[in-house]
């Protein structure tokens, strides 16, 4: 049962789209699926046959991570698959080949803890939760209920810093903290990891704790009967592996940075090896215990390295650890530079304009705004004016995808890393509207409170260093979106003006510099160039902010 959004921790089969023995493709809707906010399609990401429903229609409370079914790559193993299999046995969700890995004395590799149950009361393992879609780890940040302590349905456990933002664990269920798992601090957690568990009565707290001691929480270590290839993703560049193609990276010792990935979202695919074998340009892995050859100098050489005075020690340096949201920024950048063609406009606005009715609006109306709100409002209003530069790349279909709503995202400077909430349908709200939701939004993000629907979606970027001496600037787009606005600051220029009387003369005026980075699968030319030319009207005319 596959986590299907940030709060799921059990569904419901609505569905089955496919029947046993039906043939499937990557990409074909297995089943849909009742979660805790919607009936979403459940998606293959491998080849082969449906060999086993586990979880028929009409199943509730399907726990996430339990098995629903089980594939097989041959049509003929299906027959194979026993009778009395049921979604509550010992089913694993590694194929047949895997299994006849382990049977036969291979190497099991696994990371998840495991924590000895059997001698327990009735308790319930709380595992670490999936709390934005992009999250497969997480920190604990803060424990908010201690051992002993009651806990009511909605109380806040503990704080959780994900890739996005640290957010409240709330209980599902009411009961009693007994053990601990993950204690304040605790790093890289995976999602599902136990790191807690409760009771129902207070009097099996202390049974709890005493069963689980240090060595019955503990991580299975490989057991080698033979050297293999070890997997370790966290040094690849795939999200994640199909567990098809880690038994063949593993059989063959595969290098994994000779592999490249052809699934949805960076998935590492059985068809992906296979081929990469076929090809015979994939590179086998060393063993940890091979260690590189070294060459043995001269006496004389070493003296020499020794004494050079030309060769300096390195300057003295400090660690500095990345929160999990600068994590996820970085790789998050570097794919989009990677993936994306960035396409860079530039054009330069007339800032008296702006300057004089935000005074207006003060002085007349007592609004008090920013610049950046109607800077805001102004772009709102060229993407509704020109509907092609508010869409994004469907990278599966290969076509542009028209966005309903004008949503834009602010970038936010925090503590932790670079965020960007979204202030919805900003074409439709007034400014001070816009003003006072920005302000809510960018005071949330620096305490890290935002929820994931105040910081995911969003069809256009606006990034502003304004406040800070820089005339202008190239943003990178923050996909899945197409643009991001970059705005410099105001400069005071001397140019010839018409004035009223019909005669040029110089004149000081203040301009702004602002550089659009499109998707160039998006914005031809034509789409940016019509883009900025509205833009530009809206700030030479502010009474198009108000139509």
């Not at 009936?39 to 509730?60: I, Q």
């Not at 803890?113 to 670490?128: D, K, Q, R, W, Y």
């Not at 396409?343 to 008090?368: G, T």
Request: a negative charge; one cysteine or more; hydrophobic letters at 35%.
């Amino acid at each position: 049962m596959p986590a299907l959004s940030p709060t799921m921790n059990q569904g419901n089969i609505a569905k089955w789209r496919k029947k046993e023995g039906d043939k499937i493709e990557v990409g074909d809707v297995l089943c849909e699926i009742e979660t805790d906010k919607a009936t979403l399609e459940f998606e293959c990401l491998e080849e082969g046959f449906l060999a086993k429903v586990l979880a028929p229609d009409g199943s509730k409370d399907v726990a996430v991570g339990q098995p629903i079914a089980i594939m097989v790559e041959e049509l003929d193993d299906v027959q194979k698959i026993p009778a009395s299999v049921t979604g509550r046995s010992e089913a694993r969700t590694e194929k047949v080949s895997d299994e006849n890995i382990k049977a036969g004395g291979g190497v099991q590799e696994t990371s998840s803890v495991n924590i000895n149950t059997s001698e327990l009361p009735p308790h319930a393992v709380l595992g670490m939760p999936a709390l934005s879609p992009t999250m497969n780890q997480g920190n604990i940040a803060k424990w908010r209920k201690k051992e002993g302590e009651k806990i009511e349905v909605g109380d806040v456990i503990c704080e959780i810093e994900t890739d996005k933002a640290t957010l409240e664990f709330e209980s599902l269920e009411e009961g009693y903290l007994a053990k601990i798992l993950a204690p304040e601090g605790s790093k890289d957690v995976p999602v599902g990891q136990p790191i807690a568990v409760t009771v129902e009565d207070p009097e099996d707290i202390e049974h709890v704790k005493s069963s689980l001691g240090s060595g019955l929480v503990h991580e299975e270590k490989p057991i080698h009967e033979k050297p293999r290839a070890e997997i370790h993703p966290g040094k690849s560049i795939f999200s994640r592996i199909s567990p098809s193609a880690k038994v063949l990276i593993t059989e063959h010792g595969l290098d994994l940075s000779s592999l490249k990935a052809s699934g949805a979202h960076g998935t590492l695919l059985k068809a992906d090896v296979l081929a990469a074998i076929k090809s015979g340009k994939v590179s086998p892995s060393l063993p940890k215990d091979t260690k590189p050859s070294t060459e043995v100098l001269p006496k004389s050489t070493v003296k020499i390295a020794e004494t050079s005075p030309h060769i300096k020690q390195s300057d003295s340096f400090e660690d500095q650890p990345n929160s999990q949201i600068r994590k996820v920024i970085a790789k998050r950048l570097v794919e989009s530079k990677q993936t994306t063609p960035h396409l860079y406009l530039s054009i330069d606005v007339a800032l008296d304009p702006l300057l004089s009715f935000r005074k207006e609006l003060i002085e007349q109306h007592n609004v008090k705004v920013s610049v950046n709100d109607i800077i805001i409002k102004a772009v709102s209003i060229a993407l509704r004016n020109v509907p092609e530069a508010n869409a994004y790349w469907d990278t599966e279909k290969g076509e542009v995808i028209l966005c309903d709503s004008v949503d834009v995202s602010v970038a936010v400077a925090t503590d932790k890393g670079l965020m960007t909430p979204i202030v919805r349908n900003t074409d439709q709200k007034t400014i001070s509207s816009i003003s006072s939701e920005v302000k809510e939004l960018a005071e949330k993000a620096r305490a890290g409170k935002l929820k994931p629907n105040e910081f995911q979606g969003g069809t256009f970027s606006i990034s502003n260093l304004g406040m800070f001496p820089v005339d202008h600037f190239c943003a990178i787009i923050n996909p899945p979106q197409s643009g991001i606005l970059a705005v410099g600051r105001g400069n005071k220029f001397v140019e010839p003006v018409i004035g009223s009387d019909g005669v040029e003369c110089p004149a000081v005026v203040t301009k702004m510099a602002l550089t659009l980075s499109a998707d160039h699968r998006v914005f031809d030319g034509k789409v940016g160039g019509a883009f900025l030319s509205d833009l530009r009207l809206n700030f030479s005319d502010m009474r198009r902010l108000m139509l």
